[in-house]
């Protein structure tokens, strides 16, 4: 499911605070950046609003200027996925804080959200 407003839609997940890391794949050869996550819910956990366990595959289509400071360590969660739009065209500023550390930074044209499997 392609997202057509990213900001919003993430932001209204609480930018996946806490979002357990199963996967992060750069393909070049695609232009695309795919990030699998336990939960899409997971900021909600405990809560009366939590929807139920969602693992998802996040996909990044389009990227450029990628900036990587990863030292993904098990168990890696997001601390913060934020999306901004550039302004200059269609693309987006994607910025991912990543605990314990690393932060994955790049520009993209679409972001859409497909169910997975956890393992």
């Known amino acids: 499911m392609r997202i057509e407003n990213p900001n919003s839609y993430f932001d209204e997940l609480g930018d996946l605070h806490d979002g357990k890391i199963i996967t ?3 393909n070049e050869a ?3 950046v795919s990030l699998k996550l336990e939960d899409l819910h997971c ?3 405990g809560l009366p609003e ?7 595959e996040i996909i ?3 990227i450029t200027e990628v900036e990587k400071l ?3 360590r098990s168990p890696a969660t997001i601390y913060t996925l934020e999306i901004f739009e550039t302004g ?3 693309s987006l500023d994607v ?3 990543i605990s314990p550390e690393g932060r994955f930074n790049f520009q993209c044209s679409s972001v859409s959200v497909e169910p997975c499997k956890t393992a």
Do not use: C, R, T, W
């Open 24 to 26: 992060i794949n750069l």
């Open 30 to 32: 695609n232009n695309s």
């Open 43 to 45: 900021n909600f956990q």
């Open 50 to 56: 939590y929807q139920g366990l969602m693992p998802v």
């Open 60 to 62: 990044f289509e389009g």
């Open 70 to 72: 990863l030292d993904l």
């Open 88 to 90: 200059n065209d269609a």
């Open 95 to 97: 910025d991912i804080k």
